[in-house]
Every structure is written in C-alpha cells, then in structure tokens.
T-cell receptor, first 115, second 115 residues
Framework: GAGVSQSPSNKVTEKGKDVELRCDPI?????LYWYRQSLGQGLEFLIYFQGNSAPDKSGLPSDRFSAERTGGSVSTLTIQRTQQEDSAVYLC?????????????FGNGTRLTVT | AQKITQTQPGMFVQEKEAVTLDCTYD???????LFWYKQPSSGEMIFLIY??????QNATEGRYSLNFQKARKSANLVISASQLGDSAMYFCAMRESSGYSTLTFGKGTMLLVSP
C-alpha cells in the first residue's frame, strides 16, 4: 500500500517568505507527527496530531510555525517569515490507532532551504 | 535530562563482521517501546526493530537483534554479518505509553562498513 507522502520534496525560498509543507499519511492512521532534522543532527519533535486535534504543540520552535490537519488525514505545516535557521529536512510520520506502542512510518521528507 | 543516549557518534566495521550500536534510555514508565531506525544517505527513515518493555525475549529481525537489558536500561542494536549497504545513520528511539505517545530519538550513530 501507499506510504506517507510529503510534498514538495525540495523547497528553496527566500528569507522572509512563507512556506507550506504537506503531509499525506497512510490511510487509516489516526496519529500524525512532524519532526525536523537539521544537517547531521537527530530528529527534533515539532507537533503531534491525534485525528484533527493537536494535543501537544510544545515542539514548535516559534509562533512563526503552525500546523493543521483536516479530515483526519492531510496535514500542512506552515512557516511564516522564514529565516535561514529554518533550513532543515521536515519529516512527517504517521501511526495506526490501537495500542500506543507501535512504530512510526515516515515519509521521505521535505528539504527546505532558506536563502 | 536526555531520554535516549547514543554515545557512539561513529562506528567502523569490516564487511561480514558483527557490530553493536549502543543505546541507553531513561524513563519512569513501566510500559514503553524501544525502536531502531536506519537512515541511509537518501534520507528516508527505515524502521528496523522493536522491543516492548514487557517482552521477555530479545527481538530479532533477520540480521538485526536487540540486546535488551531492562535493569541497565539499555537497548543495543546488534547487526550480524555486516554488509556494505548497512552504511547509514542509526537512531535509537523510545515511545512511552503514558500521555500522548510521540517517539523520542537519540542523536544517532553513523555506521561505516568497509570492504
């Protein structure tokens, strides 16, 4: 079946512009996660959705970052007034309903470069 | 306090040899899961193996096994008969069962397999 799909795969934007990153999770997966990975670093948790609700947004680095999820499916991560330090790979993951302890399935990420 | 610690920034191994990647964790939950992911240079996050805190036997998946020592809070990944294609970044991660259940990652270990 189809995996987690992210678009675009690459995005180059000028400092100060807004960007939208899209994630389409695996069908039936109720939980959706956004992570950020800077060059050569580990994964930094940003936000988690259960259905359309975001129980925890504490990982969002600033109020320039926001995310929404509609219909319990597609999610959009928006970064306003991008800064060079926002350059990173943004990874989306989803997991199925049921017991909390199950692996996350990751998309291939969006590589964001802010010039 | 760091929840997942990977003390080896880089490891080198010769093809066909076994290698152990270290991981220690910190949690007060009784129920949790431990995961290992592989990230090749292409950037995708590949789920390798899972160990539940109540599992009495060490998890195995093909050439991968997880050396789980609960009292020491360690969950080392053992790769037997290394292959050139095993060269990648390896992340240890934990998911706790209390509250919402995101995945917390270590900083990773870069494994290089030489001929």
């Amino acid at each position: 079946g189809a995996g987690v799909s992210q678009s675009p795969s690459n995005k180059v934007t000028e400092k100060g512009k807004d960007v939208e990153l899209r994630c389409d999770p695996i069908s039936g997966h109720t939980a959706l996660y956004w992570y950020r990975q800077s060059l050569g670093q580990g994964l930094e948790f940003l936000i988690y959705f259960q259905g359309n609700s975001a129980p925890d947004k504490s990982g969002l680095p600033s109020d320039r970052f926001s995310a929404e999820r509609t219909g319990g499916s597609v999610s959009t991560l928006t970064i306003q007034r991008t800064q060079q330090e926002d350059s990173a790979v943004y990874l989306c993951a989803s997991s199925p309903p049921g017991p909390a302890i199950s692996p996350l399935h990751f998309g291939n990420g969006t590589r964001l470069t802010v010039t | 306090a760091q929840k997942i610690t990977q003390t080896q920034p880089g490891m080198f191994v010769q093809e066909k040899e076994a290698v152990t990647l270290d991981c220690t964790y910190d949690t007060s939950d009784q129920s949790y899961g431990l995961f290992w992911y592989k990230q090749p240079s292409s950037g995708e996050m590949i789920f390798l193996i899972y160990q539940g805190s109540y599992d009495e036997q060490n998890a195995t998946e093909g050439r991968y096994s997880l050396n789980f020592q609960k009292a020491r809070k360690s969950a080392n990944l053992v790769i037997s008969a290394s292959q050139l294609g095993d060269s990648a970044m390896y992340f240890c991660a934990m998911r706790e069962s209390s509250g919402y259940s995101t995945l917390t990652f270590g900083k990773g270990t870069m494994l290089l397999v030489s001929p």
